[in-house]
């Protein structure tokens, strides 16, 4: 077992996966969308998910706390 494997990594990098999650979620959200509109979805989705995914590797320690939230 690999531990030092972040679960966002398991996520499917493959168009069709993005391609499929964007009609699902589409159509839960009432949309009708067609072919050429769920594509480019899908491509903006993949485009997330390879910009953010260095991000979601990192490893952050426990005892790191988020930055204080100012109220004036």
Do not use: C
Request: glycine residues 2%; charged residues 20%; aromatic residues 6%.
């Amino acid at each position: 077992m690999d531990t030092d494997k972040n679960p966002a990594s398991d996520i499917a990098n493959s168009s069709t996966h993005w391609l499929d999650y964007a009609n699902v979620v589409s159509r839960a959200q009432g949309y009708q969308l067609d072919e050429s509109q769920l594509a480019r979805v899908a491509a903006q989705l993949e485009l997330i998910n390879a910009v953010a995914a260095p991000l979601l590797a990192l490893q952050l320690a426990a005892e790191l706390e988020p930055a204080p939230v100012f109220r004036p």
